[in-house]
């Protein structure tokens, strides 16, 4: 694995780590080895945004950093891909709330740690949960609030979760004000305090 | 919090010539406030009331932050609390429509209503409301959930709301617009969009004020004190005047002193220098 590319991902050097990758690339290193170095990379800044010695515009320069490097790395990988993915996730804040900021982070953070996520925005209705849900084949779902108005849309996602037969789905929620009470209120299978804790739960059920 | 109370000198209220604060510390999204509630713990609620008011601010936002169901019951019972102390005009701070009828039956004063946007639908049910009492109403530049990206489409959003608003009588000089502040962490033009959307109804809407949720803007970063200050002495100048925040910060207390002196609104320095005798700027110890 290049300690360079991770240090200069690490170190938000974001042309460095580009130029990097393609030297790499062009010195015959794997993609998978690139992608390892950049799973690394993503690794130590969550813990840091985790600690508090990261913040979260270097969060999404370094989810811009990724994306360069994949947009690299990609057309030199083969059909078939070699990037196996832990399980698929449909992500989305519900209903009647446009907070992001959260959810784009645990999205953030569940890609990097392989699941294959499927982010469907804000105010999302409980149907295009559920038609997303169908046409991925996803296993999780998880719903984003951060208003007390989002415990109800909620509780109707699950509820059309259930009512469209996709009873082996498993759904987490998040935010502000999520607590045990408000999970067993939705009828969430489980609820995460942080991206960290979203990340736990999903690998568990993957 | 080091507050002039504890250096043995009242905390008092601040002359200004035309900044005006609302309180946010009554905040059921806050933790210990939403333990406050649900322990009915009212001697909390009133210490808030009484130190809010006591620094100066103009009104006190009242959100109870709880469940729909509970949400009513809890908003009169933060009210009533509020009220045996001190007589500050509440801001009801709710979107719940429901909630906000109960809420306005029990307030003694003529509350602000926190607040409206450009979606019909609130348009629709609040502004009635708003027309009949009377009431300051905050006004999110934002339609239908969502917030435009630029000052153009946030000014159009708004010149919306005040034509909807004159249809239910309700006059420009009671409308608080709020151009939202989002976090720079995400987007580094965001104060700057602020900025130019506050412009636009200054000169427009000479009658109309500002207001500004103040904390959102350094979400995400470390030192947001100093970002939150600056960003306020800056829109200040844009014309802002009025805001959300939390009045027992001395900081943002100062800054707000310091920006009115600077921006040629004290008459003789007069409220600066009497802030000053009254130890605003003291160093904490």
């Known amino acids: 694995m290049s300690q360079e590319l991770i240090d200069a991902i690490t170190d938000m050097r974001e042309e460095d780590a580009v130029a990097i990758t393609k030297k790499l690339l062009d010195g015959g290193a794997s993609p998978v080895a690139v992608l390892d170095a950049c799973r690394e990379a993503m690794g130590i800044i969550g813990m840091r945004f985790e600690t508090g010695e990261s913040f979260m515009p270097e969060l999404i320069l370094a989810g811009e950093i990724l994306a360069q490097i994949s947009a690299v790395v990609k057309p030199r990988m083969q059909q078939g891909g070699e990037d196996k993915k832990l399980g698929k996730i449909v992500l989305g804040t519900v209903q009647g709330d446009i907070h992001d900021i959260a959810k784009d982070i645990v999205g953030f953070m569940l890609d990097i740690n392989g699941f294959e996520v499927t982010d469907l925005g804000v105010d999302v209705a409980p149907e295009k949960f559920v038609e997303t849900v169908k046409s991925t084949g996803a296993k999780i779902v998880g719903l984003s609030g951060f208003l007390t108005l989002a415990f109800d849309p909620m509780k109707h996602t699950v509820e059309a979760l259930k009512a469209a037969g996709l009873t082996d789905v498993k759904v987490m929620i998040g935010g502000g004000q999520i607590d045990e009470n408000i999970r067993q209120y939705t009828g969430a299978d489980a609820y995460g305090k942080d991206a960290m804790a979203a990340v736990a739960i999903a690998k568990s059920w993957a | ?285």
């Open chain 2, 1 to 285: 919090m080091i507050g002039l109370a504890m250096k043995g000198r009242p905390y008092n209220t601040y002359e200004r010539e035309n900044m005006k604060i609302i309180g946010e510390k009554i905040n059921g999204t806050r933790k210990r406030v939403a333990q406050a509630i649900a322990e009915r713990d009212a001697e909390f609620i009133k210490d808030l009331a009484q130190k809010q008011a006591a620094a100066g601010a103009t009104w006190l936002d009242v959100n109870a932050g709880t469940h729909p169901d509970k949400e009513p019951d809890d908003l009169v019972w933060l009210i009533e609390n509020i009220q045996s102390v001190v007589e500050t005009p509440i801001s009801i701070d709710s979107a719940n429509p429901k909630a906000l009828q109960i809420a306005i039956k029990v307030v003694k004063q003529t509350p602000m209503i926190n607040s409206i946007s450009g979606e019909p639908e609130r348009l629709t049910n609040v502004l009635p409301i708003v027309a009949e009492h009377g009431c300051p109403v905050i006004a999110l530049a934002m339609d239908d959930k969502k917030i435009p990206e630029t000052a153009e489409k946030r000014f159009e959003v708004i010149q919306k709301i005040v034509a909807e608003a004159h249809v239910h009588g309700v006059p420009d000089s009671n409308l608080y617009f709020d151009p939202l502040a989002m976090t720079l962490s995400t987007n580094t033009n965001s104060a700057m969009i602020a900025f130019e959307t506050m412009r636009r109804v200054r000169q427009e809407y000479p009658e109309a004020h500002l207001t500004i949720g103040l904390s959102n803007i350094s979400f995400g970063l470390p030192g947001r004190s100093f970002v939150n200050r600056y960003f306020l002495s800056l829109a200040m100048q844009a014309g802002l005047d009025s805001a959300i925040l939390d009045p027992l910060d001395r900081e943002i207390q100062a800054a707000i002193m310091a920006t009115e002196l600077v921006l040629g609104r004290d008459k003789h320095c007069l409220n600066y220098i009497r802030a000053s005798r009254k130890g605003l700027f003291d160093k904490p110890e």
